[in-house]
Nanobody, 125 residues
């Protein structure tokens, strides 16, 4: 059974950092396109970052460029989202998603067929 489990969310002050993890079981993530998405209360889900393969450069939403970094650890079958200089507007539930294969337009949430349950990120002073 394919499963994605996010972790690492929590409460952080503005300017702080968190590292989210997306651990996969039942399949090998390095053959998959993986994306991070977030949803704040009352807002639509939005793409944050995604990575589609070894060669393709990771994709970032403009709002997080220079602050967030997506990476893979194939040995741990995990994709990470390092979030630095967090802002109030970064708060929300963060989800990771995966789809077998390499997709250039990895920010499009419609391409994904496996989703995690989400992890809450709260930014508050």
């Amino acid at each position: 059974q394919l499963q994605l489990v996010e972790s690492g969310g929590g409460l952080v002050q503005p300017g702080g950092s968190l590292r989210l993890s997306c651990a996969a079981s039942g399949f090998t993530l390095n053959y998959y396109t993986v994306g991070w998405f977030r949803q704040a209360p009352g807002k639509e889900r939005e793409g944050v970052s995604c990575i589609s393969g070894v060669i393709t450069r990771p994709n970032y939403a403009d709002s997080v460029k220079g602050r967030f970094t997506i990476s893979r650890d194939n040995a741990k079958n995990t994709v990470y989202l390092q979030m630095n200089s967090l802002k109030f507007e970064d708060a929300g539930v963060y989800y990771c998603a995966a789809r077998q294969g390499y997709y250039v337009k990895c920010s499009d949430d419609s391409i994904y067929d496996s989703w995690g349950q989400g992890t809450q990120v709260t930014v508050s002073s």
